[in-house]
């Protein structure tokens, strides 16, 4: 069964520390995304990524930068938490870059207090 | 005005219900998905589509890309059917562009 998996359901973090929401598939798959989702807006994208060590910015960069040392993991990183980043974040990978299925993690709640 | 609307927002239906839930879109896609959101947070892929009509179960999605619609149709509703339906659409590269999302309750 494909995995796409993520390290935290719940996570409380503080203002102002650095987050590490980390994301690892088991597919093989080359693409891979951050998502946030929030009620009202839906699903928006944050990062993605073509391959190891690309990066590209997806709607909602600011704030993030992403890591994909691993074709297998991507990282989404928060270097300065704040509460306007509480909010459900989901990964999801692809296998080729369009008309393919993708396949979700769990989500990560995430609550900046 | 959103890329995606998704309507109903809401949809309550007794078991045993058809139910009809409708996707418009306003950029050219690749291909169109509807995913299903469980309370707790994690989504399952339903269906891609590219054009047509795809059934899986008591599910059916149908794409119209003249008229830039999709429906996702269900047939003899179950309460287990409860979630949150999202409507997606593929521009480039696999990127997607999401609907709200439509909360279904199916009551016994």
């Known amino acids: 069964d494909v995995k796409v998996t993520q390290s935290s359901r719940y996570l409380v973090k503080r203002t102002g520390e650095k987050v590490f929401l980390e994301c690892v598939q088991d597919?093989?798959?080359?693409?891979m995304f951050w998502y946030r989702q929030d009620p009202g807006l839906g699903l928006r994208l944050i990062y993605f990524?073509?391959?190891?060590?690309?990066?590209e910015k997806g709607d909602i960069p600011e704030g993030y930068s992403v890591s994909r040392e691993k074709k297998e993991r991507f990282s989404l990183i928060l270097e300065s938490a704040s509460t306007n980043q509480t909010s459900m974040y989901l990964c999801?990978?692809?296998?080729?870059?369009?008309?393919?299925?993708?396949?979700f993690g769990q989500g990560t709640r995430l609550t900046v207090v | 005005k959103n890329e995606v609307e998704q309507s109903p927002q809401n949809l309550t239906a007794q078991e045993g219900e058809f139910i009809t839930i409708n996707c418009s879109y306003s950029?050219?896609?690749?291909?169109l998905h509807w995913l299903q959101q469980h309370p707790g947070g994690g989504i399952v892929s339903l269906f891609m589509?590219?054009?047509g009509k795809k059934k899986h179960g008591r599910l059916i999605a149908t794409i119209n890309i003249q008229e830039k619609h999709s429906s996702l149709h269900i047939t003899a509703s179950h309460p287990r059917d409860s979630a949150v339906y999202i409507c997606?659409?593929?521009?480039?590269?696999?990127?997607?562009?999401f609907g709200e999302g439509t909360q279904l309750t199916v009551n016994p």
């Open positions: 999801a990978s692809t296998r080729d870059r369009g008309g393919t299925e993708a396949f």
């Open positions: 597919m093989d798959h080359e693409n």
């Open positions: 990524s073509y391959d190891v060590k690309m990066k």
């Open positions: 950029v050219g896609i690749s291909a």
């Open positions: 589509l590219s054009s």
């Open positions: 997606a659409v593929e521009t480039s590269g696999s990127r997607l562009t």
